[in-house]
């Protein structure tokens, strides 16, 4: 076991440090298995409610280790030809085309169809050998020659039987493809798989991979990063607006809002120089925070309470 590809990821406090100066903070968890996932090569499976930094943690480990990032957004129906590999049927109709002329040679002299037949087959394959193969991000993943990252995104909304066509990949980090053969990685990717929890994943599956549940995160975390990616705003309304987002995520919402969510609030109140939190800026602001009327008609009728929140210590 070594991580002798991924060197940033030999050590865990290096590992945070790494992440934060490329302006993600991660807890001592979230970077031990980062770490654990590189030593015994295996995938990590992230999941948490929308908004908590899954996808983005995959995107700042490929930062970190300057890799190429592979990603492979699902969705219900995605197959392998979407996934792993489909054959680019242009080009071959193309090829056909062009080597009409030259059937004529080949089967000059010949007697019979069986003959011919066995003349083409001398032949073999062409048309379903490498240069007619259109990899897709799977198989992308493991032809990088000195590794990478592979970010399948929102797994749970993917289908059952995709789940069975990604066991041999997570397994054995190989693909089979008919007419080619079993094909290996290369080097072997580092895989991030999310998920938001809408549905149970398969126990083969899960066995398959490391598990880490992101969470949304304290107070004291969240102000921490939104302080990295808003520095100009105040420490006092830097906390003032995480307390208030926390007290509004306690609330029956349709969507408590993410992270971004926040951070792009702060962004919003630097812009319209806000000194401080009052009732009239949250209500012209509330859009940025929350995405549906319902929750924003919420977050108002209980607007008193919320900004009691925001001052508390």
Same mark, same amino acid.
Request: glycine share 4%.
């Given at each position: 076991?070594?991580?002798?590809?991924?060197?940033?990821?030999?050590?865990?406090?290096?590992?945070?440090?790494?992440?934060?100066?490329?302006?993600?903070? #991660?807890?001592?968890?979230?970077?031990?298995?980062?770490?654990?996932?590189?030593?015994?090569?295996?995938?990590?499976? @992230?999941?948490?409610?929308?908004?908590?930094?899954?996808?983005?943690?995959?995107?700042?480990?490929?930062?970190?280790?300057?890799?190429?990032?592979?990603?492979?957004? #699902? !969705?219900?129906?995605?197959?392998?030809?979407?996934?792993? !590999?489909?054959?680019?049927?242009?080009?071959?109709?193309?090829?056909?085309?062009?080597?009409?002329?030259? %059937?004529?040679?080949?089967?000059?002299?010949?007697?019979?169809?069986?003959?011919?037949?066995?003349?083409?087959?001398?032949?073999?394959?062409?048309?379903?050998?490498?240069?007619?193969?259109?990899?897709?991000?799977?198989?992308?993943?493991?032809?990088?020659?000195?590794?990478?990252?592979?970010? @399948?995104?929102? @797994?749970?909304?993917?289908? $059952?039987? $995709?789940?069975?066509?990604? %066991?041999?990949?997570?397994?054995? !980090?190989?693909?089979?493809?008919?007419?080619?053969?079993?094909?290996?990685?290369?080097?072997?990717?580092?895989?991030?798989?999310?998920?938001?929890?809408?549905?149970?994943?398969?126990?083969?599956?899960?066995?398959?991979?490391?598990?880490?549940?992101?969470? $949304?995160?304290?107070?004291?975390?969240?102000?921490?990063?939104?302080?990295?990616?808003?520095?100009?705003?105040?420490?006092?309304?830097?906390?003032?607006?995480?307390? $208030?987002?926390?007290?509004?995520?306690?609330?029956?919402?349709?969507?408590?809002?993410?992270?971004?969510?926040?951070?792009?609030?702060?962004?919003?109140?630097?812009?319209?120089?806000?000194?401080?939190?009052?009732?009239?800026?949250?209500?012209?602001?509330?859009?940025?925070?929350?995405?549906?009327?319902?929750?924003?008609?919420?977050?108002?009728?209980?607007?008193?309470?919320?900004?009691?929140?925001?001052?508390?210590?």
């Amino acid at each position: 076991m070594s991580t002798d590809h991924y060197p940033a990821l030999h050590q865990v406090e290096a590992i945070q440090n790494a992440f934060e100066a490329a302006g993600y903070i #991660c807890t001592t968890r979230i970077a031990t298995v980062v770490r654990l996932a590189a030593a015994l090569e295996k995938p990590v499976l @992230i999941e948490g409610p929308p908004g908590v930094g899954k996808t983005e943690l995959a995107k700042t480990c490929a930062t970190v280790v300057n890799r190429p990032l592979v990603r492979l957004q #699902c !969705y219900e129906g995605l197959d392998e030809s979407k996934a792993l !590999y489909e054959w680019k049927y242009g080009k071959q109709l193309l090829y056909t085309q062009l080597l009409k002329e030259q %059937l004529g040679d080949v089967l000059d002299g010949a007697k019979g169809l069986d003959e011919s037949m066995a003349r083409l087959h001398e032949f073999g394959d062409v048309f379903y050998s490498e240069a007619f193969l259109e990899s897709r991000p799977l198989l992308k993943a493991m032809e990088a020659d000195q590794g990478g990252v592979l970010l @399948i995104d929102e @797994i749970d909304k993917a289908d $059952f039987e $995709f789940e069975s066509l990604l %066991l041999e990949v997570l397994s054995d !980090y190989q693909v089979s493809i008919p007419e080619l053969g079993t094909i290996q990685a290369r080097s072997k990717p580092l895989v991030f798989l999310t998920s938001n929890d809408t549905r149970d994943l398969s126990d083969a599956l899960k066995r398959r991979c490391l598990h880490l549940h992101i969470p $949304f995160p304290t107070v004291e975390l969240e102000a921490k990063i939104v302080a990295s990616r808003v520095p100009e705003l105040a420490q006092s309304m830097t906390k003032k607006l995480v307390q $208030f987002v926390h007290a509004v995520r306690s609330l029956d919402l349709k969507k408590a809002p993410a992270i971004s969510e926040t951070v792009d609030w702060a962004k919003s109140l630097l812009l319209l120089h806000a000194k401080d939190l009052d009732s009239a800026l949250v209500q012209d602001t509330l859009n940025v925070l929350l995405k549906y009327e319902d929750d924003i008609q919420t977050a108002q009728g209980q607007l008193s309470k919320l900004m009691v929140a925001a001052v508390e210590s």
